[in-house]
Structures are given as C-alpha cells and as structure tokens.
C-alpha cells in the first residue's frame, strides 16, 4: 500500500466526532518488577477518530491497550473513558461498556465455527442489563435470534459469509484477524483497541481490512486506536498517530509530520540496543530486529509499505 496514493482519502468526520475526548490517559504508568514499560503516558483520543499508535518493539503499546481494556491494573496515573476513571475496572465490565479490543495474536476458538466464535462473544449491548433476559424463555429466544442476526451482519460485512461453518482453526492468518473485527462488531463498541491488526496479512486483505475500518467508523461511529507497524498504513487511516518510545510519548500529529520527525527515526533505529538494555532478556525489542528496522525505512518514507513484519510476540497480553 502507498501512503502518497492514499494521502488524500484520510479518514472524513465521523459523526458525532471533535466533541470531548473519548478516552484520556494522565500519567499513566505499568511497571513489571524493575522495568517500566508505560512511562507516565499522557494523551486524549477523540470520539470518532481513527487515531494511530506506533513506536518500535517493546515500546509499551500492548501494555498501554491491556490497561485501557482492564486486563492489566496500572502501577500509576489514571484512564479516564467518557470523563471517569476506568483504571483497574475488569475487562467484561469495559467490554459492557463499550471498550473492545483486538489481539496481536488473534485468540479464536479453534473448535468452534467462524460463525459459532461469534455467537459466542457475551451479547449485551452497552448499558443493558441481562437478567431480564434470562428471566424469560421468549426473550432468551428472542435474544438468541439477534445475537445471530448480528454475527451473520458481521460474517458478510467481513466477507466471511462463505466460511462460516468452517471451524476456525482452517482461518488463514488475515481471517483470524478479520474474525477478530468480528467480535468485536457483537457489541455496538464505542471504542475500539486494534493491536497489529495487519500483523501476517497479505496486502491484498490489508487493503479490504483498511476500508472496513473506514466504513465501522465512517457509517457505525466506532472510533478506533490502531497500533501497527506498517506506517504506510498507519498513514493511510489516522489523521493523528502517536508514537512511543521505551514507554513513554515521544510525540504526536499527523503521519506526514511525525515520520520525518528525527527523533521518531532514532527511536526505531535505535530501539533495538536500548530495550535491550532495559529489559535484560532481548525480547520482544531484540527479539524482533528486522521488523524495527523495516518500520523505520518506511518512517522514513523509504519503504513500499505491503510486506508486513510477521511472527509477532506478544508479551504483555493476559487472555481476556
Ligand atoms: N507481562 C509482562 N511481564 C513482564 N514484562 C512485560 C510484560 N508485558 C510486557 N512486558 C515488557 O514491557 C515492555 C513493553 O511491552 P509491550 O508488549 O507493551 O510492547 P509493544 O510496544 O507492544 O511491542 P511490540 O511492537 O513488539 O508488540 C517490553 O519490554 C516487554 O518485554
Ligand atoms: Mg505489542
């Protein structure tokens, strides 16, 4: 994919967009033992925007979407959603609340069918209250019926509609990940955390998965956080990104400006021997080389996007 071909097709307003931040982060901050791998992060993502989160290898993205979507507590500093403090608040209560998110390595149900991983993700909507339902047989019935509805509204929006009684361990490694959209569509969510959701997919998918994002928050209001190592498509869906660097902000604005930003460059080219260092073991930030070093030729604006960095690790999940 090219940044230039797509410069002009940044995401429009979506509605309901500009007014107060949706999510802000005030000094937030996750140790593990000695190491510090968020850093006093402090910074505001807008109601309906797609808005990027980049930075080399163990820079702390994961861990910041762990804490945002409960599976992780925060050691300090505080995650304020629609104005209230969310930080240590469990994952299924967020997921209630509308705050969903996606894995680096998608975590489907192998034995379970595409259409069956779906229908198994919890169906209330945001707000609601369940045990009305379970009180009456013909609302269960009733209840059933719509959670399929939705998951085959998502299995044809997803181009799935033809897999949908293959279990899901056949899925290729880009329909695991558009399996994950998925359930993320059985909630009509409010916020959206997509961790490398291009991670091992091949640039013709790529490209479908950039206007179904497109489309969620265009026509659905979804406003999404994209953490992802291929800039190009970064640029290609985010007005603003976000770039950390060994925890921390290292700075914010539009993809044009941040990728010639020196110190954005430095940060990939340099990532590797510094979280090395400061982690002591060499992964994920050493463990993965290659892919820091391709992310910032195409920070630079030298690379092709396209061929995406594959075998991501993934330290910092805990399963939701
Ligand atoms: N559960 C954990 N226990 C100990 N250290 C962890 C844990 N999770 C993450 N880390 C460390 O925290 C740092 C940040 O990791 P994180 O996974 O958030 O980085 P990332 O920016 O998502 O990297 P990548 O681009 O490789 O996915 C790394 O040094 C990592 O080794
Ligand atoms: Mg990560």
């Given at each position: 994919m090219n940044a230039a071909a797509h410069s002009g097709s940044v995401a429009p307003p979506a509605p309901g967009?500009?007014?107060?931040?949706l999510l802000e982060l005030e000094g937030l901050t996750r140790r593990f033992g000695g190491l510090?791998?968020?850093?006093?992060c402090s910074f505001a993502i807008e109601a309906g925007r797609i808005t990027g989160m980049i930075g080399p290898n163990g820079a702390g993205k994961t861990t910041i979407f762990s804490m945002v979507a409960g599976a992780l507590r925060p050691s300090a500093g505080r995650i304020l959603f629609d104005g209230e403090d969310i930080g240590g608040v469990p994952t299924h209560r967020l997921f209630h609340r509308g705050i969903v998110r996606t894995f680096q390595i998608p975590h489907e149900f192998?034995?379970?069918t595409v259409l069956e991983n779906l229908m198994a993700?919890?169906?209330?909507?945001?707000?609601?209250?369940?045990w009305p339902v379970w009180l009456s047989p013909r609302a269960v019935a009733r209840r059933e019926r719509e959670v399929r509805e939705r998951a085959e509204d998502a299995l044809r929006f997803l181009t799935l509609w033809e897999l949908r009684?293959?279990?899901?361990?056949?899925?290729?490694g880009g329909q695991k990940k558009l399996l994950e959209l998925g359930r993320a569509m059985m909630t009509s969510p409010r916020l959206v955390l997509l961790d490398e959701?291009?991670?091992?997919?091949?640039p013709t998918l790529l490209a479908r998965l950039r206007e179904m994002i497109l489309e969620l928050n265009r026509e659905r209001g979804y406003t999404f956080v994209v953490i992802e190592h291929d800039m190009d498509f970064i640029a290609s869906l985010c007005e603003r990104v976000i770039v950390l660097s060994q925890g921390a902000v290292l700075t914010e604005g539009p993809m044009e400006r941040v990728r010639r930003d020196p110190r954005v460059l430095d940060a990939y080219l340099g990532g590797d021997e510094e979280n090395e260092g400061a982690t002591?073991?060499?992964?994920p930030a050493g463990g993965d080389a290659s892919r820091a070093g391709t992310a910032a030729g195409r920070a630079a604006g030298e690379g092709h996007g396209g061929a995406l960095g594959a075998g991501a690790t993934d330290p910092g999940e805990s399963p939701p």
């Open positions: 967009r500009g007014a107060a931040p510090t791998a968020v850093d006093r192998g034995r379970l993700v919890p169906a209330a909507q945001p707000g609601e209250r369940l009684d293959e279990l899901a361990m056949h899925l290729s959701p291009g991670a091992g997919v091949n002591g073991t060499g992964t």
